[in-house]
């Protein structure tokens, strides 16, 4: 069966600490792993798109890596303002629907 | 970005009326647009498949008369929750792209109170 499992659930980070968040996922031939950024009360935020293992992603603190097994979404030096839940997705073959993991909420603590 | 709006971002209704909800691509034009569910603290979960021209398909276990779709036009879909119940309280979030093929952009989500 298809999955997608994030961890942590929860992250609290002082600002200014680096971390990773993990995203591991089964799926029978990838098309594309998506992350995405969703604040409380809004739709996710599109951040980055992976289609194949060893790709790499940056946005200003946000770094996307994806191997045959899992992605990674580093955050450097973060900032209160990046306090949100990061969503990833994937999009499994013979299909246009995204499984999402059930997310990463961060909290980046002044 | 490609934009998707959705409109209304909340609304509150009785019990027993409908709501109707749009999701409109601005600057692209989408023949598949998705429908999903979210409960607070969890994750999305896809309720259906909007086809322009055609019928939804429907996830399973998600009850197609009680949420009517229509994609009658390229840039716009519509859900319409019937006889809302108070269990039909949730926040609903459409999301289409340019292409099948990259990422999908999400509107705003709607934020439905059933009282």
């Known amino acids: 069966e298809d999955q997608v499992t994030q961890s942590p659930e929860a992250l609290r980070l002082q600002e200014g600490e680096s971390s990773s968040l993990n995203c591991s996922y089964t799926?029978?031939?990838?098309?594309?792993l998506f992350w995405y950024r969703q604040d409380p009360g809004k739709g996710p935020e599109f951040l980055f798109t992976?289609?194949?293992a060893g790709e790499e992603k940056e946005k200003e603190r946000l770094k996307a890596t994806l191997t045959k097994k899992e992605s990674f979404l580093h955050i450097t030096a973060p900032k209160p303002e990046d306090s949100a839940t990061y969503l990833c997705a994937v999009q499994a073959p013979g299909t246009y629907k995204y499984i999402f993991g059930t997310g990463t909420r961060l909290k980046v603590l002044a | 970005g490609a934009v998707v709006s959705q409109h209304p971002s909340w609304v509150i209704c009785k019990s027993g009326t409908s709501v109707k909800i749009e999701c409109r691509s601005l600057?692209?034009?989408?023949?598949?647009m998705f429908w999903y569910r979210q409960f607070p603290k969890q994750s999305l979960m896809l309720m259906a498949t909007?086809?322009?021209?055609?019928?939804?398909?429907?996830e399973q276990g998600v009850e197609k008369d009680k949420f009517l779709i229509n994609h009658a036009s390229l840039t716009l879909s519509t859900l319409t929750v019937t006889s809302a119940h108070p269990e039909d309280s949730s926040f609903y979030i459409c999301?289409?792209?340019?292409?099948?093929?990259?990422?999908?952009?999400f509107g705003q989500g709607t934020r439905l109170t059933v009282v």
């Open positions: 799926v029978s031939g990838l098309r594309g």
């Open positions: 999301s289409a792209g340019p292409s099948m093929n990259t990422e999908a952009f």
């Open positions: 909007s086809n322009e021209g055609s019928k939804a398909t429907y």
């Open positions: 600057d692209f034009q989408a023949t598949t």
């Open positions: 992976l289609y194949s």
